[in-house]
Every structure is written in structure tokens, then in C-alpha cells.
């Protein structure tokens, strides 16, 4: 089994996040279905306490170093406007 390594960033939580996740928390308390625009606001996933998932796939980029060394790396200046974390998470 072989470990794959991603990268992706978050807005912190704001006012229109703390209103998205407080829709998203009734329905799941409810048992009734998410409305689209609020799936859509977290990307099809569960909210996350660091804030919103951006995708900045235009800013890292997988790196290699000969035959030892690999990761990944990001260009702060091309993250998008309002990240401030990073998540490189490694799954199998």
C-alpha cells in the first residue's frame, strides 16, 4: 500500500461560515437534507474548524530531489487572498 501526500488551504472562519455551518448543523440534528448552497459552500464536505477549503492547487506543485527526497512545495505568493492555513495531510 503506497502513501499519497496532498496539500490544501483554508480561509478562517468568519461570519458567513459560522452562518453556513449553523444551517449545516440543524439539518444534520434534523436528519433532513443540506441544502445545496451550503454543501456547495463547504465543498461537498463536512465543515471544517479551520475554516473554508480553498483549492491551491495553483500554488504547490510536487518537487523531487534526485532519487531520495520528494514532497511538495507552495509559492505563498500565488496562495489565494484569505489563507492562512496550510494542510499537507498524507493518506494511504
Not at 25 to 36: E, F, L, S, Y
Not at 54 to 63: Q, R, T
Not at 78 to 92: H, Q, S, T
Request: glycine share 8%; with cysteine; hydrophobic share 40%.
Amino acid at each position: 500500500m503506497g502513501m499519497g501526500t496532498h496539500v490544501e488551504g483554508f480561509r478562517p472562519p468568519d461570519e458567513d461560515f459560522n452562518k453556513m455551518k449553523a444551517i449545516y448543523d440543524a439539518c444534520k440534528a434534523a436528519h433532513v437534507n443540506i441544502p445545496d448552497e451550503v454543501l456547495d459552500f463547504f465543498e461537498g464536505q463536512a465543515p471544517d474548524a479551520n475554516g473554508v477549503r480553498v483549492d491551491i492547487s495553483k500554488a504547490a506543485k510536487e518537487w523531487k530531489d534526485g532519487d531520495s527526497c520528494m514532497g511538495i512545495e507552495v509559492d505563498v505568493t500565488k496562495l489565494p487572498e484569505g489563507v492562512k492555513i496550510i494542510r499537507f495531510a498524507n493518506c494511504w
